[in-house]
């Protein structure tokens, strides 16, 4: 979760305007495919076929983007998790309210 009171009425509105940038540029991407070919058009070799640079892009998050939380297969809910909760972390230090 990077903003934990996103749908109640006192929503973060300071974290969600330093998000706006991000959310604005990834509103083309709508779903996992189109994420995951966004993802392997920018590692795999020129010329490869889409099915081959989501197959890349799988390997590469599952294998390589935070080992720690784990690199078995079914682990992309824990690393979102945990991805969510650093963005949150990060946030909250550019927002001076560290404690």
């Known amino acids: 979760h990077i903003v934990y009171e996103l749908g ?3 929503a973060d509105t300071a974290m969600m305007e330093l ?3 991000s959310f604005e540029e990834a509103f083309v991407i709508q779903n996992q495919q189109v994420a ?5 058009k920018r ?3 020129i010329g490869v ?5 989501i197959k890349y892009a799988k390997d590469i998050l ?3 983007l935070l080992p720690h ?3 078995e297969d079914f682990c992309e809910t824990k690393k979102a998790y945990f991805f969510g909760y650093m963005i949150n972390r990060i946030l ?4 001076d309210r560290s404690k």
Request: proline fraction near 3%; aromatic fraction near 4%.
């Open 8 to 10: 109640q009425n006192n």
């Open 19 to 21: 998000l706006r940038p």
């Open 36 to 40: 995951l070919d966004f993802i392997g």
């Open 43 to 45: 590692g795999s070799a």
């Open 49 to 53: 076929s889409r099915e081959k640079r």
């Open 62 to 64: 599952q294998k390589e």
């Open 69 to 71: 939380v784990g690199t």
């Open 92 to 95: 909250v230090c550019a927002l």
